[in-house]
């Protein structure tokens, strides 16, 4: 399958600071990318979805002047948690897709906020 | 009520062992029915697509129910690389490749 890398696997930070997250396509051309969240013992939640050039999708209770999302080229799309608070303290995992074919998953981002 | 619901689990079978879960989706609309699998601290990877006329593949078989809004996943022969936690995923119809996730049901496969 396709390979979606995501940079960095963990980071601890302290608790104001900002933390961006880097997620890549690797071989191949990521019309939409996904980002997601999950908290211990629950499911993925699906935070954005943004397509390369526009601006990104929010779902419903995710605020969008605190997790910022660019998708500036078909390879790339970041994640910024601006003013980390240990509440952001959740493993986060992006997906990229190709047109209407299948997702796939970055290794994901363990954030913690100290 | 949440648009995706999973037996909560754990499921401690022994090596061998035939496992069944369950998963029901609330919009009646959905499109494509998904059957992923997570292990610790890991990202989900695609296990199955579900189909309505079910589908097999090898150990694993995958049912759809659209009336009952229900999707099964079946595993035969339990292997103990099977452990992990299985994730009930929905893409809602007319939402481009959005996937709703269920909270997953934790597998473990005891020697």
């Known amino acids: 399958g396709a390979v979606v890398s995501q940079h960095p696997s963990r980071v601890i930070c302290k608790s104001g600071t900002s933390v961006k997250i880097e997620c890549r396509s690797l071989?191949?051309?990521?019309?939409?990318m996904f980002w997601y969240r999950q908290f211990p013992k629950q499911s993925l939640m699906l935070m954005a979805t943004?397509?390369?050039?526009?601006?990104?999708?929010?779902e419903q209770g995710v605020e969008k002047d605190k997790f910022l999302i660019n998708h500036a080229s078909l390879t790339l799309s970041t994640l910024t948690v601006t003013s980390a608070h240990p509440e952001d303290s959740s493993f986060y995992i992006c997906s990229a897709q190709e047109g209407h074919n299948e997702q796939f998953f970055g290794p994901g981002t363990r954030l913690t906020v100290l | 009520r949440k648009e995706v619901e999973q037996d909560p689990g754990p499921f401690n079978v022994p090596e061998g062992a035939t496992v069944a879960f369950n998963c029901t989706y609330s919009?009646?609309?959905?499109?494509?029915f998904f059957w992923y699998r997570q292990d610790c601290r890991k990202e989900p990877k695609l296990l199955m697509s579900v189909y309505s006329s079910g589908n097999e593949d090898g150990r694993f078989t995958a049912q759809l129910n659209r009336a009952s809004q229900y999707i099964s996943l079946l595993i035969r022969d339990s292997k103990l690389s099977d452990s992990a936690t299985y994730l009930c995923?929905?893409?809602?119809?007319?939402?481009?490749?959005?996937?709703?996730f269920g909270q997953g049901t934790e597998l473990s496969v005891k020697p």
């Open positions: 995923v929905v893409n809602p119809y007319n939402q481009g490749g959005k996937l709703i």
């Open positions: 943004s397509n390369e050039g526009s601006k990104a999708t929010y």
């Open positions: 919009n009646s609309a959905s499109q494509s």
């Open positions: 071989d191949f051309q990521a019309t939409t």
